[in-house]
T-cell receptor, first 115, second 113 residues
Framework: ETGVTQTPRHLVMGMTNKKSLKCEQH?????MYWYKQSAKKPLELMFV???????ENNSVPSRFSPECPNSSHLFLHLHTLQPEDSALYLC??????????????FGPGTRLTVL | GQNIDQPTEMTATEGAIVQINCTYQ??????LFWYQQHAGEAPTFLSY????GLEEKGRFSSFLSRSKGYSYLLLKELQMKDSASYLC??????????????FGKGTKLSVKP
């Protein structure tokens, strides 16, 4: 399944580094999402973009900065992260119809470790 | 507040049937989703319920009771490859959720020979 791809799959960074995560969807969807998945915690929604416009910022610290240049690409720019930010970062996309049946399809995630 | 509860872990035997329960308390309700996630992989969509009743899809079925705030995922003829985490997610309405999905912590299912 290559509908939603993410790079890199693994990333180790120091607290002073700047890095970016990339997500690309090949499903013709209009909405894209960033989630954080930590051990023993539910998936936490971070950001939502609908037709390239940010429609949700779920109280995410400013050290995480999203960018959505078009409906197929989504980035998450990272800077001065903390060790507690280590997690699996998942990207998802959906049709963005806003209807009850609007199903999200996920990428494989980037496993981030902050030293 | 928004709350989704599901068991943390379950174990079952190959060839058997297992039922994974999910209860929810959310501000409004506009659909419930089940996802399967193998370790280190993407969550993959399994099923969707918005009306009460049973939805069947091959070996997997999902049931919903909106009045009870309850759903279950039923897996029949278990196979070793069904060992994975199963995530319950509810699309809430209002309460600041803006129709986004609220996820439970997931149930880790181990299938033994």
């Amino acid at each position: 399944e290559t509908g939603v791809t993410q790079t890199p799959r693994h990333l180790v960074m120091g607290m002073t580094n700047k890095k970016s995560l990339k997500c690309e969807q090949h499903l013709g969807h209009n909405a894209m999402y960033w989630y954080k998945q930590s051990a023993k915690k539910p998936l936490e929604l971070m950001f939502v973009y609908n037709f390239k416009e940010q429609t949700e910022n779920n109280s995410v610290p400013s050290r995480f900065s999203p960018e959505c240049p078009n409906s197929s690409h989504l980035f998450l720019h990272l800077h001065t992260l903390q060790p507690e930010d280590s997690a699996l970062y998942l990207c998802a996309s959906s049709q963005g119809s806003g209807g009850a049946r609007d199903t999200q399809y996920f990428g494989p995630g980037t496993r981030l470790t902050v030293l | 507040g928004q709350n989704i509860d599901q068991p943390t872990e379950m174990t079952a035997t190959e060839g058997a049937i297992v039922q994974i329960n999910c209860t929810y308390q959310t501000s409004g309700f506009n659909g419930l989703f089940w996802y399967q996630q193998h370790a280190g992989e993407a969550p993959t969509f399994l099923s969707y319920n918005v009306l009460d009743g049973l939805e069947e899809k091959g070996r997997f079925s999902s049931f919903l009771s909106r009045s009870k705030g309850y759903s279950y995922l039923l897996l029949k003829e278990l196979q070793m490859k069904d060992s994975a985490s199963y995530l319950c997610a509810v699309r809430a309405v209002g309460g600041g959720s803006q129709g986004n999905l609220i996820f439970g912590k997931g149930t880790k299912l181990s299938v033994k020979p």
